[in-house]
């Protein structure tokens, strides 16, 4: 095989959730890739360029080994494709919860016949924050008591840009 001698993105093809325990991916979700090197099918692809001026995909850890003196760029570009994916996650899971939310503060806004901008009494707040709680736990994620705040939302939504400015704008 010929020598590495750019990495030119890692990709990480798996899905990723959120739930009680955190953020993480879930293992098996990814495309399947043929590794050039161990043959080994990987879910997290590194693309890079070959001293013969082809590009090959091979998974991460196999090109880190491959060339020892590109090993640190490899895991950094890992490390920054994994922190977008984990963010991602996190602003999919925060829009989720506010379409929860809304869509509940609807439903009980119609059971009491209350219109989008009538005020919902403290009792019927408490009844809306109960089964939004409830609702999430029974599909096994973090029982959520408050809406998530427009503050929350856009954290999350400056951490993802941020992070794909420091990739220099390429899709992780």
């Known amino acids: 095989m010929t020598t590495i001698v750019r990495v030119i993105k890692v990709v990480d093809t798996r899905k990723w959730t ?7 991916p879930i293992p098996g979700t990814g495309t399947m890739n043929e590794c050039r090197r161990c043959g080994a099918r990987h ?7 070959l001293s013969d001026g082809t ?6 850890t196999c090109a ?3 060339a020892s003196h590109l090993g640190a760029v490899v895991k ?13 996650a996190k602003l999919a899971a925060i829009e989720r919860l506010a379409d929860e939310w809304r ?6 806004r119609g059971e009491h016949g209350l219109r989008s901008y009538d005020r ?15 609702h999430f736990g029974a599909k ?28 220099g704008g390429h899709r992780a």
């Open 18 to 24: 959120s739930g009680p325990g955190g953020t993480f």
């Open 76 to 88: 950094d570009a890992r490390s920054l494709t994994l922190s977008i994916a984990r963010a991602r």
């Open 140 to 167: 096994g994620m973090a029982r959520w008591y408050m809406p998530p705040s427009r503050g929350e939302l856009a954290k999350a939504q400056k951490a993802v840009a941020r992070l794909l400015e420091q990739a």
């Open 103 to 108: 869509r509940y503060e609807e439903m009980i």
């Open 64 to 66: 880190a080994r491959e």
């Open 120 to 134: 919902i009494p403290p009792g019927l707040y408490y009844e809306l924050r109960d089964r939004t709680a409830e």
């Open 43 to 49: 879910e997290i692809h590194a693309h890079v360029e």
């Open 55 to 60: 590009v090959a995909i091979m998974g991460d």
